[in-house]
């Protein structure tokens, strides 16, 4: 991850707009009789592109929903608010601005996988000091949404250090036992050639203990890859022989173990581009392996910039409005 999303905590709650092919409505609330539909019995894992609503003039979720066919969404980012206690962006309440977006996303016929973690802001698994209490922080936000999975996108010094890295794993484990049927995702970033050691000791952690995490996510950018289609696809294929021989699978369980979580467009990186293209060969690949997760960051820059480049709201992508968005709406996992 980086600077597209390393300064989204920065922006967010700032006032500073950045410019965009289209300025869209905020995220209105239900209204006071109307009933938000309960969560679909399915899992939402599967293909679920990250929205945030606190960054990057976002989009109306429903506006997305009918111009692109997806239903679900991966909302970011879930910190800590300074104690061992979950809030977005670790500010904001579960219950505001991101619980209306919930409550539109599932009025609409899908549903949400909140991500705790990203790049910046206090990490809950830093904060919580053992594995029990950052169990408990992620209780509370399963129970505010009646969840059926989370992700831990966990990066930086979270990842980086072992003993906050342990914990997000022991809790994962603790979470799991907890709720009977909920589905963990594990997203971290990689190499061209493969999980680094932080994501290898991830996985032996998750075996050691049997932690038994759903998906285990790769974030294929900012390495300065040329062939972004090709990197991806040699970096997950790494990932699956790592999560094969770690676990014991075999082939096909593995790739259902493994997901990807790509950049839609300009990536941090100068060289560094995810086209149209490339982000279908990625999901084509996703859909014959039968991989149990496609995303990317993010539906907030699903949008052609009226000026080229790239910006907080917009991909820099020779693309139409939702493009990348209705890519993942056609993959099932």
């Not at 679920?48 to 506006?63: D, H, I, K, R, V």
């Not at 997806?70 to 809030?87: E, H, R, S, Y």
């Not at 999560?243 to 560094?272: C, L, R, W």
């Not at 020779?318 to 056609?330: D, H, K, N, R, Y």
């Amino acid at each position: 991850m980086g600077k597209l999303r390393k300064n989204v905590l920065t922006l967010a709650g700032t006032g500073v707009a950045v410019a965009c092919a289209a300025t869209l409505t905020a995220v209105p609330a239900l209204s006071a009789n109307q009933q938000a539909p309960a969560p679909r019995a399915d899992s939402p894992v599967a293909a679920s592109p990250y929205l945030y609503t606190g960054w990057g003039n976002p989009p109306s979720p429903s506006e997305v929903q009918d111009a692109s066919g997806v239903k679900d969404f991966t909302l970011a980012f879930i910190n800590a608010d300074g104690t061992c206690n979950p809030a977005w962006d670790g500010t904001r309440p579960l219950d505001g601005q991101d619980k209306a977006a919930i409550d539109e996303i599932r009025a609409g016929g899908g549903d949400v996988v909140p991500s705790i973690g990203g790049w910046s802001g206090n990490k809950l698994g830093e904060v919580c000091t053992d594995a029990q209490s950052l169990a408990g922080a992620y209780q509370k936000v399963i129970d505010a949404y009646d969840l059926k999975a989370i992700d831990v996108d966990i990066e930086n010094t979270e990842v980086e250090t072992p003993a906050s890295r342990d914990r997000v794993i022991e809790a994962l484990k603790i979470t799991k036992e907890a709720n009977p049927g909920i589905r963990t995702v594990v997203t971290f970033g990689t190499t061209t050639t493969g999980p680094n050691e932080n994501g290898k000791a991830m996985l032996a952690k998750a075996e050691e203990i049997g932690a038994d995490v759903d998906v285990w996510t790769q974030m294929p950018f900012d390495f300065s890859g040329t062939d972004m289609a090709q990197d991806t696809i040699t970096t997950t294929e790494a990932l699956k022989e790592l999560v094969k021989t770690t676990f014991g699978y075999d082939d096909a369980t593995a790739y259902a173990h493994v997901g990807i979580s790509s950049m839609n467009g300009n990536t941090d990186q100068p060289a560094e581009h995810v086209d149209v293209a490339a982000f279908q060969a990625m999901a084509d690949y996703a859909a014959e392996k039968g991989l149990g997760r496609f995303t990317f960051w993010s539906v907030n820059r699903d949008r052609p910039c009226e000026n080229g480049g790239a910006a907080d709201s917009c991909s820099g992508a020779e693309q139409q409005p939702w493009e990348f968005s209705s890519i993942v709406a056609g993959f099932a996992g």
